[in-house]
T-cell receptor, first 114, second 115 residues
Framework: KQEVTQIPAALSVPEGENLVLNCSFTDSAIYNLQWFRQDPGKGLTSLLLIQSSQREQTSGRLNASLDKSSGRSTLYIAASQPGDSATYLCAVVNYGGSQGNLIFGKGTKLSVKP | GAGVSQSPSNKVTEKGKDVELRCDPISGHTALYWYRQSLGQGLEFLIYFQGNSAPDKSGLPSDRFSAERTGGSVSTLTIQRTQQEDSAVYLC?????????????FGNGTRLTVT
């Protein structure tokens, strides 16, 4: 059974710092991996989607990497800002599973202090 | 353009009552998903619709839960005889069919409280 783990559960950093969020998964047979952010009381916003054949994706100050063989992904945030404060979730879909059945980690709650 | 719209945003109901939650996906998205997010828990998959194919209902927690999608667009999630453990935020998402390249777009959710 696929399990997705995110460490740490919470992280507090001063503004301007570069930081890395971690996501690990137990079954490497995945279609893709997605990173989302969730603001309090809101739904999820898609940040980056990495296909199983890709190693990384970049969008602005965000860079996500994928190492399928080791079952790991990282989300790198450069020059963090208070507006980056949110909960970040990663999710995967297994080969052989329903395309709708994203399996989520429990998230990392990020706080960026001014 | 408009995003995924869910209504109501909040719903308080008495134990034993039935509730209906509505989701309007992004126009042109053929895939629609329902998830549940409980306090302290991760997101839990409920049901997935893709075009005219039979839905994947494997995540529905009991036969009190059902969902339909009319005309390939709007979806309704129905919970019958609600229980206190049904209290959660119910999130709907939609995407294009090209699943490997198309990220999910989520609505803001319906917060359900069963008293």
């Amino acid at each position: 059974k696929q399990e997705v783990t995110q460490i740490p559960a919470a992280l507090s950093v001063p503004e301007g710092e570069n930081l890395v969020l971690n996501c690990s998964f137990t079954d490497s047979a995945i279609y893709n991996l997605q990173w989302f952010r969730q603001d309090p009381g809101k739904g999820l916003t898609s940040l980056l989607l990495i296909q199983s054949s890709q190693r990384e994706q970049t969008s602005g100050r965000l860079n996500a990497s994928l190492d399928k063989s080791s079952g790991r992904s990282t989300l790198y945030i450069a020059a963090s800002q208070p507006g980056d404060s949110a909960t970040y979730l990663c999710a995967v879909v297994n080969y052989g599973g329903s395309q709708g059945n994203l399996i989520f980690g429990k998230g990392t709650k990020l706080s960026v202090k001014p | 353009g408009a995003g995924v719209s869910q209504s109501p945003s909040n719903k308080v109901t008495e134990k034993g009552k039935d509730v209906e939650l509505r989701c309007d996906p992004i126009s042109g998205h053929t895939a629609l998903y329902w998830y549940r997010q409980s306090l302290g828990q991760g997101l839990e998959f409920l049901i997935y619709f893709q075009g005219n194919s039979a839905p994947d209902k494997s995540g529905l927690p009991s036969d009190r839960f059902s969902a339909e999608r009319t005309g390939g667009s709007v979806s309704t999630l129905t919970i019958q005889r609600t229980q206190q453990e049904d209290s959660a935020v119910y999130l709907c998402a939609s995407s294009f069919y090209d699943y490997q390249n198309s990220p999910l777009h989520f609505g803001n959710g319906t917060r359900l409280t069963v008293t």
